[in-house]
């Protein structure tokens, strides 16, 4: 079978569908992203299908007639039977729609695709029925490469069309429409800052066209996770995807790395215990130079930035020089260390209190005292703190904890206390 994509308008048009069951709503929940009108045909609904009906957003019809299907936009038959969906196909034939019966491509005038939806823009894929793993893979990529908020900045550029073409040259607009959509505009939007953008937007159909300084730099502070790159927020890889330049610690696996735009500048600036190499003032003061020159720089961090991350002096240092900065939060330590043993941090009627903190501290205060808030119905979480395992060791003795040591790196107790 060979298919030609298109769009259907469905506004004000109805969309039928044959069934009750599961089969009927999950064409249903596809249809909800339209506005079309939602006609059900089946002697009993299920309580998804009912709770449609009963909040307004669909209409029920009990008996199935021919005349059911005139004038519909497409129409689909899923009842589970397929006898039955075979001889509703061909009553539904003689309406002259569209018609799609599930699990029947022979029967198929139409398939339905996967959907990538940025509300106005939507992203289609298919593959004649060949593939449908294949589709949902290539949409899984998709969703992680197109902003969440992406949508958003084409509804806005809907409604500023009328203005551009009333103060904007005609010469000018194809330069601003880039601009808006490819450049320092969509960067703005991008990361968030949508009342900025709209602002940056409408002053430049103001000022007749793209403003002359249109590169500006911005750091992000990414967190990288607890390693495995599908652990990463979809934010995350956008960023990746788009930064010049990225500074990465030494703790960030490989792999998350070759989710960045292949020609983005990597530089490692992980630091070792007791080694100056890269000290912090030194990271701060090069992603802050790197954006003064209108480069878009991702410092990776592993787990969260805003724990033990430093994330602070960068924040400081980008904003000392006038620099935007943002933190894109990652999976941290503790999240992954639970889901690796299959447990809660936390749990109702035992442990009510979740901690992080740290066993390694700075030169004014090298022993930080990581257990005051060691108790039972606590869960601690100890960050970097191997190295100081016999001290926390004392400490917690000395609370009242016995601790049967597993390993040197992993303390744990009888109460509802981890480390």
């Known amino acids: ?35 079309a009108k939602i006609v059900l045909v089946a002697d009993i609904l299920d309580e998804e299908l009912r709770s449609l009906v009963d909040d307004g957003r669909a209409q029920h019809l009990e008996e199935l007639k021919a005349s059911v299907f005139q004038d519909a936009a497409m129409i689909f ?6 006898g039955f969906d075979a001889a ?22 139409m398939t339905t695709p996967a959907i990538v939806d940025r509300d106005p823009i939507v992203v289609a894929i298919g ?31 809907g409604r500023l069309r009328p203005s551009v073409a009333r103060h904007v040259p005609r010469e000018k607009r194809r330069a601003f429409w880039a601009w808006v959509f490819k450049g320092g505009a969509r960067d703005i939007w991008a990361r968030g800052s949508e009342r900025e953008a ?55 696996d490989p792999e998350v790395l070759e989710l960045a735009r292949r020609d983005a500048e990597r530089v490692f600036v992980g630091k070792q215990v007791g ?94 005292d990581c257990t005051r808030f060691a108790r039972p119905g606590t869960t601690t979480a100890l960050y970097m703190s191997t190295r100081q395992s016999d001290h926390i060791i004392a400490k917690l003795t000395e609370q009242g904890f016995p601790l049967p040591v597993r390993s040197t790196s992993a303390l744990t107790s009888p109460s509802p206390l981890n480390v």
């Not at 509703?88 to 699990?103: K, Y």
């Not at 943002?326 to 901690?355: C, H, M, W, Y």
């Open 275 to 368: 080694a100056n190499a890269w000290p912090q003032d030194r990271i701060s003061s090069l992603i802050v130079a790197e954006a003064r020159k209108g480069r878009k720089v991702v410092r990776l961090k592993s787990g969260d930035p805003g724990i033990f991350g430093r994330a602070t002096e960068e924040l400081d240092a980008a904003r000392a020089a006038g620099v935007s900065a943002d933190i894109v939060p990652g999976i941290t330590a503790a999240a992954a260390a639970g889901a690796a043993l299959g447990q809660s941090l936390t749990e109702r009627g035992k442990t009510d209190t979740f901690v992080i903190a740290t066993g390694t501290g700075c030169a004014e205060n090298p022993w930080p």
């Open 77 to 82: 038959i899923g009842t589970g039977c397929p």
């Open 198 to 252: 709209t602002r940056v937007i409408k002053g430049a159909i103001a000022d007749r066209g793209v403003p002359e300084q249109t590169t500006e730099g911005h750091i992000s502070l990414v967190g990288a996770g607890p390693g495995a790159r599908d652990l990463l927020t979809l934010r995350a890889v956008e960023r990746l995807q788009e930064a010049d330049v990225i500074f990465y610690d030494r703790l960030v």
């Open 127 to 157: 593959s004649e029925g060949t593939a449908p793993v294949l589709t949902r893979d290539i949409k899984t990529r998709l969703e992680a490469m197109l902003p969440q908020n992406l949508g958003g900045l084409a509804a806005l550029a």
């Open 88 to 109: 509703a196909h061909g009553l539904a034939r003689t309406s002259g729609c569209p018609v799609n019966v599930v699990d029947q491509p022979d029967l198929c005038d």
């Open 1 to 35: 079978m060979k298919a030609f994509p298109m769009f259907i308008r469905t506004t004000g048009r109805r969309v039928v569908i044959v069934g009750g069951g599961e089969q009927a709503a999950q064409k249903a929940r596809l249809i909800l992203k339209t506005d």
